[in-house]
């Protein structure tokens, strides 16, 4: 099993910054990718940004790139992976998920809402 624990959401002003985080733990050591998704109301859930475990290769979705950063740290028992989000938008509005596909199960977090205000 593979416990997925996000933090850092809340309240921010528009063209505020705010540093989201997702630690790993448990049986984490086939775990090869991480990612950031989100969902506003009443939307799917869309794709943020991703970044392999060893941290050589990530991607940042158009609609959030120049605006928004991942990055993954490791120790043996942990991989915690990041999502540094400046210059918010009000349509960054949404809940944030973490996730981590592992052989032939995905595992997601609890979410963590982030609201932009205007």
């Known amino acids: 099993q593979v416990q997925l624990v996000e933090s850092g959401g809340g309240l921010v002003q528009v063209g505020g910054s705010l540093r989201l985080s997702c630690a790993a733990s448990?049986?984490?050591?086939?775990?090869?990718?991480m990612a950031w998704y989100r969902q506003a109301p009443g939307k799917e859930r869309e794709l943020v940004a991703t970044?392999?475990?060893?941290?050589?290769?990530?991607?940042?979705e158009d609609s959030v790139k120049g605006r928004f950063t991942i990055s993954i740290s490791r120790d043996n028992a942990k991989n915690t992976v990041y999502l540094q989000m400046n210059s918010l938008k009000s349509e960054d509005t949404a809940v944030y998920y973490c996730?981590?596909?592992?052989?032939?199960?995905?595992?997601w977090g609890q979410g963590t809402q982030v609201t932009v205000s205007s």
């Open positions: 996730n981590a596909p592992q052989w032939d199960r995905t595992y």
């Open positions: 448990g049986l984490i050591s086939g775990i090869k990718s």
């Open positions: 970044i392999t475990t060893s941290g050589d290769l990530s991607n940042i």
